[in-house]
């Protein structure tokens, strides 16, 4: 594990002696779970809820831990590491297609959240997927959600995975600096990397999922996104852990919805806003519309995120009359949390 890339963690000490296992935790144990980008706005629920208190109020002590993309928080989990990812749903589904079982057990969010945005020099001759052919697109890393997305983009219009290169552009700084140097010409990211590319007038914004009419458009569909998951094991032997895990998510996603990005905002550390924080303002402003405020699962996601995979998926094509969905998440402990 990454030491270095470890956060603080908040609460009370929850129990295990098993690590990530399904034995019985002890007093000793602390729920680790891993954010693909903790800074990113997608994922924001996680840090809030620290920063909120909804894990101290659960008697949880949940420490938060960041990799720069879902491939590699999900390795993290099946290695054993962590508990738990903060990350895109997509990933149970494809995982399920390589035999292993993982779910959903809070749903964010039911949209993606993302945009394809083009360097601003480059805005007339990209403005589509159909002009992918050719060009170099950021990606946050190979395996991640971004990738997934991309492909499926070019292959619905028609465009060839040989005809363009997906570049590794992470996010944030790293992605910036991609668009500037010409490292890629555009590519798929979040808030708030899209929010500076934009009001900087470095990058324009010509695919928006972070509304549900832009992922439909999009996507042909809900695409039902970041969310916690975990190995149906841990689930199975740790509910009374996983229904407080619900309590104290589905409480912060309330508590989102009820408030501005403004007040979003002032709950969050200072080095997530940065040097701007009306950017950051605007760039939660732009994304707090993805979030659920009951955590449940969109009824048709699952399908249409079945759908998008074996569009352009081997692995997921192969196996898409085999994957049961209904293994990929669960409402079990999201349809408990209490009202107040």
Not at 162 to 179: L, P, Q
Request: aromatic fraction near 6%; proline fraction near 4%.
């Amino acid at each position: 594990m990454k030491k270095h890339l470890a956060l603080t963690a908040a609460g009370l000490v929850l129990a295990g002696t098993a690590g990530c296992g399904g034995s019985a935790p002890s007093a000793s144990e602390q729920v680790k779970i891993m954010v693909g980008g903790i800074d990113k706005v997608i994922y924001l629920p996680a840090k809030l809820s620290e920063q909120l208190g909804t894990f101290t109020q659960e008697g949880l002590n949940v420490q938060l831990l960041t990799e720069p993309a879902g491939a590699q928080a999900e390795n993290v989990m099946l290695s054993g590491d962590v508990h738990g990812v903060v990350g895109f749903y997509d990933h149970s589904v494809d995982l399920q297609a390589k035999g292993k079982c993982v779910k959903s057990v809070v749903q964010f969010a039911d949209v993606p959240g993302e945009v394809e945005i083009v360097a601003a020099d480059k805005a007339d001759a990209i403005t589509g997927p159909q002009d992918f052919a050719g060009k170099k697109l950021g990606i946050t890393s190979p395996g991640s959600s971004t990738d997934f997305l991309t492909q499926y983009l070019a292959v619905k219009h028609g465009v060839a995975p040989e005809s363009y290169t997906r570049v590794k552009a992470g996010a944030g700084a790293t992605f910036i600096s991609a668009i500037e140097n010409g490292g890629i010409d555009a590519g798929m990211t979040t808030d708030p990397t899209a929010a500076q590319l934009v009001t900087t007038g470095k990058g324009k914004v010509f695919i928006d999922m972070r509304t549900k009419e832009g992922t439909r458009a999009a996507l042909g569909g809900l695409y039902p996104a970041s969310s916690l998951y975990m190995t149906c094991e841990w689930v199975d032997g740790h509910k009374e852990i996983a229904q407080k895990l619900a309590n104290a998510f589905v409480r912060t996603l309330r508590w989102i919805n009820a408030h501005s990005a403004q007040e979003i905002a002032d709950k969050m550390p200072a080095e997530f806003k940065g040097a701007d924080e009306t950017l950051y303002v605007k760039a939660v402003n732009d994304s707090k519309g993805m979030f659920t405020d009951d955590g449940i699962m969109p009824e048709d996601g699952p399908k249409n995120v079945l759908e998008v995979l074996s569009a352009f998926s081997p692995d997921v094509k192969a196996k898409k009359d085999q994957i049961d969905l209904s293994k990929t998440f669960t409402t079990e402990f999201t349809s408990k949390v209490p009202q107040s």
